[in-house]
Each structure stands twice: as structure tokens, then as C-alpha cells.
């Protein structure tokens, strides 16, 4: 049964993958990271995807139509070197997780990697 | 941000000032055991922290019964059966209760959650460190003692930049007048469920139980949606009897509750402002209300506008706008024009304006900016100017 660890690694065991957290976003709190920071720091890089990820769970315009309890799937960021993928958790009780993962743009593949980061998250929840 | 804590880690000081500081000095030490403040405990083993709790942070057993995954009978037992052998988390995840994801997901959030309430507590009061205990959940994940002081510190840091108030942490909560609008709904799910379950009673600790939250998630979310002007602390109800100025000055509110009860939850309460809505103010209002039999939009007396007597005029600005003459002749209070969804400040000419309300363009959302609270940024310092003035006052 997988933990955060196991997720962890296994989000960095996806082709081209620079680093992977597991970010609380409604405290801003890294509570697992591997890999290199993009902003040097993990919990730098965490606060900074948590203003991300709140701007859009609290704008009508990306959740006005869509299911209360879930509104958001993933974020996807595609810069001119990397992807930046960030998967929502859903956890029975209330909780507010991302799985965050940097993915090199060169190596990678975008959808491999978001259908992989998607079962990661939800094998983290269900085991 | 993460350096504040980083020299108690490298260099404990042998008197510790804060519970930081202790929390540090135990972690060099490598102790295992509680230590214990007014607001809760923080575990340690080896020096690493393994559990925190606290009355202000619901705990894992509050997260699984809140959401239903287990009854409160069931977490009980589970925590009498098992407690005293240190082993409920495991017990949980052995009868498939919880995964292991979930667990240490559960585990670690409350533990910082608890964490927070107790390091970030400066109201001195009794410490002490009880050598030896251990926590019932029993070993789930360990965390470097720094990291959490530094998260702990960063959290409050983040508090006060949200709403430098933190007498709202702790205090009962209610929604403010503006949040009567539903044009003023705050944005997110979980914040208008907070607001809905804001009746002047619970604490944010206790909101955030009675929801199966995070502790500081709540209180951070209370403080949005203080900061947007939609949700204050009750004043001063707890003490009792002498409260009585307090409510008394917010009976004028009263009035206003008489629209949240009409079937309509159209904009038509108004904020009550300074001015009480005396029979005078509320003569218009029947006029207009008994014609609009189409139920479209009721009046409600003392709903200013007054000078907006005109039927058409009633008709036209439930929907849009309204004659300018309501908001422009009462300049000093446009929270009635915007109570009535105007967005007509700029129509000057128009007795009856037209479907289209083409003046909204000409000053952009004059009267919802105009009320002070709707600014997304608010001036917190002369907020903070303004609130130690009242508070001053009482």
C-alpha cells in the first residue's frame, strides 16, 4: 500500500521528471518533495504553486460550472523548457492536496505523464 | 522565510523564550516525550516530532468522523481498544479503515495543524515536558523539529498578511450586513459553507470541527472573508450581560433581517447604514411593493431609495438599474443604490432606463467599489487604525 513516500517516488520515476511534491495548499506547506526546486527551495516552490492553484479553486470562471465537491482536475503549465503538472488529490476527509510535479519538456510526455500523476494520486488515496 | 528558525536548530540556547525555542532545544537533545502548553502538545521521539494536538486544531479522528468515514462510536472504541497500546494507527489501517496514503496524509496535516496553534501560541503561561510520553495514534511519520518551528512561523506570517486581526481566531464568529447580499457570495466552496455555518456562536475552532477542517485552514479562510468585509466577530457576546452596548448598537440590523426571510434573496436588503429606517423611510416601500404583484421584487421598508418612488422606476431598477436620482441625491450612502443591483450611477436622465443599461460602462462598478470593503485591497493599516479606535471606544 502506497504512501507518500511511494508516490513520491513514483511520480519521479515518470520520463523526465525534475521533481514531484506533495503540496497543502490551503497552508502553502510542502509535505513531501523530491528532486531539484525550480525555485531553489522546495517550500519557496510550494507557496508559489499554492497561489496558482488558489486563483484558479476560487475564480467562477474555471469552477462556476463544474462539480462542487472536485471542480478542478489538474493545472497544467507549459513553459518553453518544462511542464509544470499539478494534480488535485481527493481525499475522503476534507482536505486541500496537490500533487505537483516538474516535468523537463525535451524528455517528457505530457500526456503520459498526467495520466500516470493521476493514478499516483489516486492509488496515494485508495492504496 | 525559512531561515528565521533555522539557527535555533544549529544553535539551541539553553533558556528557551519561546515554545520554538523549546521545541529546538529538545530536538538537540534528541528527547522523546510531550511537551505541554495552554493550547496543546507537541510530541517528540528522538528528538523528531511525531504528534501535536491541540483544542484549536481538529484531530485525525475529527477529519474521519467529520466526513463520515467513521461513526464517533467507532473512533472511540477504536481509540479505547487501541490507545493504550499506542497503536490506533495502525489498528486503523489494518481493518482497512483508512489507507496508508490516507493516514499519513491525515496524520501529517494534523500534525502541523495542532502544531501551529501551540508554537504560535506567545501567551506565556505554564510549559512543561513530560519526559517519556507518547502519543495513542501510535508512530506514523516523523518530522524534523525545525521544519516544523519554521512552518509554524511561516503560517503565522501568513495569518497577518491575509488580516492582522487575530482576536477573530478565537472569538465567535458571524457573517457582517454585506454578506446578506448574495451578490457579495465569497468565492470558493468551502468559504461560503464557513459563512454559512458562522452564527455568532462558534469559534473558528469550533467551525472548523463542526466541518471536518483543517484548524488554520479555517481560521485563514475566516480572515478572507473578514478582510472582505463579510464576516466580523460577534461583539463581545460571550461575556453576557455586559455585552448589551454591543448588540444594541447592531439592533439597527434588525430591519435588515427582515429580507433574508423574503422568499427572494434579490438584493434588496439594505445594508442599514447610518441611518435607522423609520416609518418615514419605509413609506415608499409599500407603495411599489403591492403593484409588483408579479412577485418580481419586493421593496422592504426602509430599503432607501426613497426618492425612487416611481413604479417604473422600481420595476426597471430591480432588474438593472435605477433613476440616478436614488443614488446621485444620496450620494453619502450608495450601498442602497448597489443593494438594489444598480449599476445605473451614471444615468442621469434616464426616469425609466433602458434593458440595456449601456451607463454601466460610463463609471465602471462605482457603487459595489464604493463600498469600502469590497476593495481587494483593502488599507489594512487604516482598518487597523479605525478597529483600535473602536475598540478603544467600548
Not at chain 1, 503540496?23 to 525550480?38: F, T, Y
Not at chain 2, 503561561?125 to 518530522?143: D, K
Not at chain 2, 469550533?206 to 479562510?221: I, K, N, Q, Y
Not at chain 2, 443591483?341 to 425609466?352: D, I, N, V
Request: glycine share 10%; charged share 20%; net charge negative.
Amino acid at each position: 500500500m502506497p504512501g507518500i513516500d511511494e508516490c513520491l517516488s513514483g511520480a519521479m520515476a515518470i520520463t523526465g521528471a525534475r521533481s514531484a511534491s506533495l503540496v497543502d495548499w490551503s497552508s502553502g506547506l510542502a509535505l513531501g518533495s523530491l528532486g531539484e526546486s525550480p525555485a531553489g527551495e522546495h517550500e519557496t516552490t510550494a507557496a508559489e504553486a499554492t497561489d496558482l492553484v488558489r486563483a484558479a479553486v476560487e475564480s467562477q470562471t474555471f469552477t462556476a460550472s463544474e462539480d462542487r465537491r472536485a471542480p478542478l482536475q489538474d493545472i497544467i503549465v507549459t513553459a518553453g523548457r518544462s511542464y509544470h503538472l499539478i494534480c488535485f488529490i481527493d481525499t475522503v476527509f476534507d482536505s486541500r492536496l496537490v500533487l505537483h510535479l516538474w516535468l523537463d519538456r525535451e524528455e517528457g510526455n505530457l500526456a503520459g505523464a498526467r495520466y500516470r500523476l493521476q493514478a499516483l494520486a489516486e492509488e496515494l488515496v485508495l492504496g | 522565510m525559512s531561515a528565521h528558525a533555522a539557527p535555533t536548530a544549529l544553535l539551541p540556547p539553553t533558556v528557551p523564550r519561546t515554545p520554538g525555542e523549546a521545541v529546538g532545544l529538545l530536538a538537540a537533545r534528541e528527547a522523546t516525550g510531550a511537551l505541554r502548553g495552554p493550547l496543546g502538545s507537541v510530541y517528540l521521539t528522538d528528538g523528531l516530532v511525531t504528534h501535536a494536538e491541540s483544542d484549536r486544531a481538529p484531530d485525525l479522528g475529527d477529519l474521519l468522523t467529520g466526513c463520515g468515514r467513521l461513526a464517533p462510536g467507532e473512533w472511540r472504541e477504536l481509540v479505547e481498544v487501541h490507545g493504550p497500546h499506542a497503536r490506533v494507527a495502525a489498528a486503523l489501517v489494518d481493518q482497512g479503515r483508512i489507507t496508508r496514503g490516507e493516514l499519513e496524509l491525515g496524520h501529517l496535516e494534523t500534525l502541523f495543524d495542532a502544531a501551529f496553534f501551540v508554537l504560535a501560541d506567545t501567551g506565556g503561561g505554564l510549559w512543561r515536558f513530560e519526559t517519556g510520553a507518547r502519543h495513542w495514534l501510535g508512530p506514523v511519520a516523523a518530522v524534523d523539529a525545525a521544519r516544523v518551528c519554521r512552518e509554524s512561523e511561516r503560517r503565522r506570517h501568513l495569518l497577518d498578511g491575509i488580516w492582522p486581526w487575530p482576536q477573530l481566531d478565537t472569538a465567535p464568529v458571524r457573517p457582517a450586513e454585506a454578506a446578506r447580499r448574495p451578490s457579495r457570495r465569497p468565492p470558493g466552496r468551502r468559504r461560503r459553507e464557513l459563512l454559512d455555518h458562522a452564527d455568532g456562536r462558534r469559534t473558528p475552532a469550533e467551525l472548523a470541527r463542526l466541518l471536518g477542517r483543517s484548524g488554520f485552514g479555517v481560521t485563514a479562510d475566516v480572515r478572507r472573508l473578514a478582510a472582505a468585509g463579510l464576516l466580523d466577530s460577534a461583539p463581545a457576546v460571550v461575556p453576557g450581560p455586559v455585552s448589551v452596548p454591543g448588540p444594541a448598537a447592531a439592533s439597527a440590523p434588525a430591519p435588515a433581517a427582515v429580507p433574508v426571510s423574503v422568499p427572494e434573496p434579490v438584493p434588496v436588503a439594505a445594508p442599514v447604514p447610518a441611518q435607522p429606517p423609520p416609518p418615514a423611510a419605509a413609506e415608499p416601500a409599500p407603495a411599489p411593493e403591492v403593484p409588483r404583484s408579479g412577485g418580481l421584487h419586493r421593496r422592504v421598508p426602509g430599503a432607501t431609495l426613497t426618492g425612487a418612488g416611481a413604479p417604473g422606476a422600481v420595476a426597471a431598477g430591480a432588474v438593472t438599474s435605477v433613476p440616478a436620482a436614488g443614488s446621485t441625491a444620496y450620494g453619502p450612502r450608495p450601498l442602497g443604490a448597489h443593494a438594489l443591483g444598480a449599476h445605473a450611477a451614471g444615468a442621469p436622465e434616464r426616469g425609466a432606463p433602458a434593458p440595456g443599461a449601456a451607463p454601466r460602462s460610463d463609471r465602471p462598478p462605482i457603487p459595489a467599489a464604493a463600498h469600502p470593503l469590497t476593495v481587494p485591497d483593502p488599507d489594512i493599516a487604516l482598518l487597523t487604525r479605525v478597529l483600535t479606535l473602536l475598540e478603544a471606544r467600548l
